[in-house]
């Protein structure tokens, strides 16, 4: 079984100073025991609702799987 991290490039964040503009990715969550990907995003789905709330792009997920 896999185990992956899975960010968005979606949303903001605000540094200590806010006066510079701060690009970075978002981490959605850490999901373990899945077989592939797709396996990954829906468990995430699944258990986190709050996603679908705050309206984030499924297509825009980037996935890493960890060793």
Avoid: H
Wanted: aromatic share 8%; glycine share 4%.
């Amino acid at each position: 079984m896999k185990k992956y991290i899975i960010l968005t490039p979606e949303g903001e964040t605000i540094g200590p100073n806010r006066d510079v503009e701060v690009n970075n990715l978002q981490v959605l969550g850490i999901v373990e025991n899945v077989k592939n990907k797709d396996e990954a995003i829906s468990k995430l789905l699944k258990e986190n609702d709050w996603i679908f709330d705050a309206e984030f792009n499924v297509a825009e997920f980037i996935l890493y799987e960890l060793l």
